[in-house]
């Protein structure tokens, strides 16, 4: 591991850093700038009742996520479980949770689904949901909750056809994996809505071992036979509801808070809607400067590794924290403005190393034309709100807005 810091310090045992800075809901945990420029890596104590040494600055966060001594058996963001079950077993066809040759056998299965030419070819689709929700929206009378009528359904819809599940079926995921993303929801209710996501996607994979369709879910049954190695059921089902909450989480929240933080600040807007070619460069300075995987990425030290003066033992957690390295000036000089213009395209938001995030080409496409046609198509779009009324995900691994009100003149 490159050792990049000043030093590592666990003298003292703070809380894992929280808590955005007042009247900034885009700004990570203000505890993060101070780590990044005194402390270097440092244990802190976590909502999952382990300590765990945080790693904030971007070069650290790089090393730390490409250090295949370092192991994600225990899921992204374990740490702010609170009374997490940090001793049970990786799911075999977890890509998130297996290491080594089992991960990237999995990711080899479905790297062919998200390659750039592939991608591509789904841009037209891309475009067509878009501009069908905007008629929607410009169709309706007063004011539209965004995230309902276009952030959620765009994703939504992508993924489920992409993967082969009835959009019909759409709110009943969505309700399940909110509960799932959520880090402060009962034990008794996580784990029932675990169960009946489970018991969904299941039946969905029996079908489509009993018929193969043109959808990926078919193409991954099959190309794992045909390699002698088929997946199973339990297998199918786990990488399935992986994709089907990672495909529309995550994108879903970044259109809302982005558009949210774009209508902050109108100047960038209107800079979009005069240069659209600034879409893909604009979209990476969102993710950077947004980063809505807020708590950061979970790991273990499998072996022992030094780290300047001191040791990762093995068995020791740490926790590479994404928004801060995003936030790093030494990687992206005045990292706290927004530049549309920026070339931050080896930002941290999809993580980085072994388990970089498969489908951000997707996910880039997605906000590409919303941001090429939507702030075009709807130029007077405003909050319906005051800002102060608007409520953060505080409590869900991936950051964004419950709603978001707005109006445009008609």
């Given at each position: 591991?490159?050792?990049?810091?000043?030093?590592?310090?666990?003298?003292?045992?703070?809380?894992?850093?929280?808590?955005?800075?007042?009247?900034?809901?885009?700004?990570?945990?203000?505890?993060?700038?101070?780590?990044?420029?005194?402390?270097?890596?440092?244990?802190?104590?976590?909502?999952?009742?382990?300590?765990?040494?945080?790693?904030?600055?971007?070069?650290?966060?790089?090393?730390?996520?490409?250090?295949?001594?370092?192991?994600?058996?225990?899921?992204?963001?374990?740490?702010?479980?609170?009374?997490?079950?940090?001793?049970?077993?990786?799911?075999?066809?977890?890509?998130?949770?297996?290491?080594?040759?089992?991960?990237?056998?999995?990711?080899?299965?479905?790297?062919?689904?998200?390659?750039?030419?592939?991608?591509?070819?789904?841009?037209?689709?891309?475009?067509?949901l878009i501009e069908d929700h905007i008629d929607a929206m410009l169709a309706s009378e007063g004011p539209v909750d965004l995230v309902q009528a276009f952030a959620l359904p765009i994703p939504s819809l992508v993924i489920?056809?992409?993967?082969?599940?009835?959009?019909?079926?759409?709110?009943?995921?969505?309700?399940?994996?909110?509960?799932?993303?959520?880090?402060?929801?009962?034990?008794?209710?996580?784990?029932?809505?675990?169960?009946?996501?489970?018991?969904?996607?299941?039946?969905?994979?029996?079908?489509?071992?009993?018929?193969?369709?043109?959808?990926?879910?078919?193409?991954?049954?099959?190309?794992?036979?045909?390699?002698?190695?088929p997946l199973t059921v339990p297998e199918l089902v786990s990488i399935g509801i992986t994709l089907l909450i990672a495909g529309h989480e995550t994108t879903a929240n970044m259109i809302g808070l982005s558009t949210l933080?774009?209508?902050?600040?109108?100047?960038?807007?209107?800079?979009?809607?005069?240069?659209?070619?600034?879409?893909?460069?604009?979209?990476?300075?969102?993710?950077?400067?947004?980063?809505?995987?807020?708590?950061?990425?979970?790991?273990?030290?499998?072996?022992?590794?030094?780290?300047?003066?001191?040791?990762?033992?093995?068995?020791?957690?740490?926790?590479?924290?994404?928004?801060?390295?995003?936030?790093?000036?030494?990687?992206?000089?005045?990292?706290?403005?927004?530049?549309?213009?920026?070339?931050?395209?080896?930002?941290?938001?999809?993580?980085?190393?072994?388990?970089?995030?498969?489908?951000?080409?997707?996910?880039?496409?997605?906000?590409?034309?919303?941001?090429?046609?939507?702030?075009?198509?709807?130029?007077?779009?405003?909050?319906?709100?005051?800002?102060?009324?608007?409520?953060?995900?505080?409590?869900?691994?991936?950051?964004?807005?419950?709603?978001?009100?707005?109006?445009?003149?008609?």
């Amino acid at each position: 591991m490159t050792q990049t810091t000043s030093g590592a310090t666990e003298s003292a045992q703070p809380s894992f850093p929280a808590g955005r800075p007042s009247g900034c809901p885009f700004d990570p945990a203000t505890g993060y700038t101070a780590l990044r420029d005194t402390a270097g890596p440092t244990k802190v104590s976590t909502p999952a009742g382990v300590d765990a040494w945080v790693f904030s600055r971007y070069d650290d966060v790089r090393s730390v996520l490409s250090d295949r001594r370092l192991s994600s058996r225990l899921a992204p963001s374990t740490h702010v479980v609170p009374e997490a079950d940090l001793d049970r077993e990786a799911d075999s066809g977890s890509i998130l949770q297996n290491d080594g040759e089992r991960h990237a056998h999995l990711r080899r299965l479905l790297t062919s689904e998200f390659t750039v030419k592939r991608v591509q070819a789904l841009r037209p689709r891309i475009q067509e949901l878009i501009e069908d929700h905007i008629d929607a929206m410009l169709a309706s009378e007063g004011p539209v909750d965004l995230v309902q009528a276009f952030a959620l359904p765009i994703p939504s819809l992508v993924i489920c056809e992409l993967l082969g599940v009835p959009y019909a079926d759409r709110d009943e995921f969505q309700e399940r994996s909110a509960v799932l993303v959520s880090v402060d929801r009962p034990e008794e209710e996580v784990l029932r809505v675990s169960d009946e996501i489970n018991q969904y996607m299941a039946g969905l994979v029996l079908a489509k071992l009993e018929k193969r369709d043109d959808d990926l879910l078919s193409r991954l049954i099959t190309r794992a036979e045909e390699q002698g190695n088929p997946l199973t059921v339990p297998e199918l089902v786990s990488i399935g509801i992986t994709l089907l909450i990672a495909g529309h989480e995550t994108t879903a929240n970044m259109i809302g808070l982005s558009t949210l933080a774009l209508l902050r600040n109108p100047e960038h807007l209107d800079e979009l809607r005069a240069k659209p070619e600034l879409a893909p460069t604009a979209v990476e300075e969102m993710l950077r400067y947004l980063t809505v995987i807020q708590f950061g990425l979970f790991r273990q030290v499998m072996e022992d590794i030094p780290l300047g003066d001191d040791t990762l033992r093995a068995g020791e957690y740490l926790v590479a924290a994404l928004s801060s390295g995003n936030r790093d000036e030494v990687a992206f000089p005045d990292p706290g403005r927004i530049d549309l213009s920026r070339k931050a395209s080896a930002h941290l938001a999809f993580g980085f190393g072994p388990h970089q995030c498969l489908g951000q080409q997707l996910a880039r496409i997605e906000l590409q034309e919303v941001y090429t046609r939507l702030y075009r198509r709807i130029p007077s779009l405003r909050l319906a709100v005051p800002f102060e009324e608007i409520k953060f995900k505080d409590n869900t691994l991936v950051y964004g807005v419950t709603a978001l009100p707005v109006t445009w003149d008609r």
